[in-house]
C-alpha cells in the first residue's frame, strides 16, 4: 500500500516525540513476517487485544477506560494491509512480506500513553501463532490538537477514501452507505466526546441533509466478520462530497464540515473502528482499498446463515437481545466449524470458557434436532 506523504519515520529515542499540547495522532506501524504464518479470519479481535495489553502493562488505569468505557472509544485501530496468501480457512501471511498496521489516539491522555508505550516497545506484535516484527514506526497523520483542525482551509470539495469496510447502525441494523448524515454524525459524535469544543449536533446534521451533496463516488459493498462477533455489510471506495450554495449562509458548519473532514482519518468512519472497520484517509484513494480476503469474506457469511437460523429457530424475531444471543451462538458455531478452539473463542468474545461451552452445546443441540443450514 502506497504512504502517505505525511508518513514522517518517527524517532523513538527523541526526548519528546510529538508536542506537549498534543492531542490527536495516528500512527503506521510496519511489521514484517518471519515466516509464512496462517492468521485466523477474526484476527483483528487479537490486535485489539494485544494493543490494549501492552497499555495495561504501562497505565492500568487508561487500559481499563479504553476498554470499558460505554461511549465511543478515544483510539482506532486498523487491520494489517498488506499482500495475503489466502488460503480457504486462513488468512496466510507471507514471509519476508511486510505489512501496515495504524494505530491512532484521539485524547491527551491517549497520546501521552502512546508516547510512554513507544519508548519500551516491543520488537514484535505477538498475534496468536504469528509473531510480527516491528520493522518502523512514522506518523499515518501528524501530530496536532483540537483548535488546529478548527482551523483547516475550506476547500471547493471534500474527498474520503474508505480502505476498510465501513457501516452505520440504523435502526438495529447495517447501512452500508456514505449518507452524508451519517457520516458526517459519526465524527461529530467523537468530536463532541473528546474536543471540548461541542456542536448541537441537531443543528449541524439538518445543516448537512440541506447542504451537502455527492459530487463523485466509487463504492463497493462488502461483508466481513468484526468485532467480538456476527458480521457487518460495509462499504470500501472513495467519496467527493460539495457543498449546495446555501452553505455559504452559514460559515461555521462550513468550516465544521471541513474540520470533521481533516478528523476522519484519525477517528475512523462509523461503527468497530477499534476492529479495524471504518479506516478512512483524506483524498481520493482508491489504489489503497483492499478486498476482504475470502477467508473473512466466507466466515461472515456463514455467521449470517447461522444467525438467521438460530433466530427463527428461538421463534424470536426482534429485539437486541435476541440479535445478540444469535450473533454469539452463529459466531462460536462457524469458528468451531474452522477448527478454532473454544477455549481462543471464549477469550475473543470476552466472555468465561464455560459459557461458551454451555453455549456451543446448546446451538449444537438446536442443529441436531432441526434441519441444519448448509
Not at 10 to 19: Q, R
Not at 41 to 47: D, F, H, K, N, R
Not at 204 to 217: I, K
Not at 275 to 292: I, N, S, Y
Amino acid at each position: 500500500m502506497p504512504r502517505s506523504v505525511q508518513e514522517i519515520k518517527l524517532n523513538l529515542s527523541a526526548k519528546t516525540l510529538w508536542p506537549a499540547q498534543t492531542e490527536l495522532v495516528s500512527l503506521r506501524f510496519d511489521l514484517v513476517a518471519d515466516d509464512d504464518y496462517d492468521l485466523y479470519p477474526q484476527y483483528t479481535i487479537g490486535l485489539h487485544a494485544w494493543f490494549l495489553g501492552q497499555i495495561q502493562a504501562i497505565d492500568p488505569t487508561l487500559s481499563a477506560q479504553l476498554h470499558d468505557g460505554e461511549t465511543d472509544k478515544a483510539f482506532n485501530l486498523s487491520g494489517l494491509s498488506g499482500q495475503f496468501s489466502t488460503q480457504s480457512r486462513s488468512l496466510r501471511l507471507q514471509a519476508g512480506k511486510s505489512y501496515a498496521w495504524y494505530v491512532a489516539g484521539l485524547t491527551k491522555p491517549v497520546v501521552k500513553g502512546l508516547a510512554q508505550w513507544l519508548r519500551q516497545l516491543p520488537e514484535v506484535v505477538a498475534l496468536k501463532n504469528a509473531p510480527l516484527t516491528i520493522q518502523r514506526v512514522s506518523y499515518a497523520q501528524p501530530p496536532t490538537t483540537y483548535a488546529n483542525l478548527a482551523t483547516v482551509e475550506p476547500g471547493q470539495s471534500l474527498s474520503l477514501t474508505f480502505v476498510s469496510p465501513t457501516s452505520f447502525r440504523r435502526r438495529g441494523h447495517h447501512l452500508p452507505i456514505p449518507w452524508p448524515r451519517n457520516v458526517f454524525h459519526s465524527y461529530l459524535r467523537r468530536w463532541n466526546e473528546f474536543s471540548n469544543r461541542p456542536v448541537d449536533p441537531d443543528q449541524f446534521l439538518d445543516w448537512v441533509d440541506d447542504a451537502v451533496v455527492f459530487h463523485r463516488h466509487e463504492l463497493i459493498s462488502e461483508k466481513i466478520a468484526a468485532g467480538k462477533r456476527g458480521s457487518v455489510t460495509g462499504f470500501t471506495g472513495a467519496v467527493t462530497y460539495g457543498l449546495a450554495g446555501k452553505a455559504a449562509e452559514d460559515p461555521e458548519f462550513r468550516q465544521l464540515f471541513y474540520t470533521l473532514g481533516h478528523y476522519a482519518p484519525y477517528c475512523g468512519t462509523g461503527h468497530k473502528t477499534t476492529f479495524g472497520l471504518g479506516q478512512t484517509r483524506l483524498g481520493w484513494h482508491l489504489d489503497h482499498p483492499q478486498p476482504v480476503p475470502m477467508a473473512q469474506a466466507l466466515l461472515a457469511d456463514r455467521i449470517d446463515e447461522l444467525t438467521a437460523y438460530f433466530i427463527h429457530q428461538k421463534k424470536r424475531t426482534g429485539g437486541d437481545r435476541a440479535q445478540s444471543s444469535a450473533e454469539t451462538w452463529a459466531t462460536i458455531v462457524a469458528r468451531r466449524e474452522l477448527g478454532d478452539s473454544l477455549q481462543a473463542i471464549a477469550a475473543d468474545l470476552d466472555i468465561p470458557y464455560e459459557t461458551a461451552k454451555t453455549y456451543s452445546k446448546l446451538a449444537r443441540r438446536v442443529m441436531k434436532a432441526n434441519s441444519q443450514p448448509g
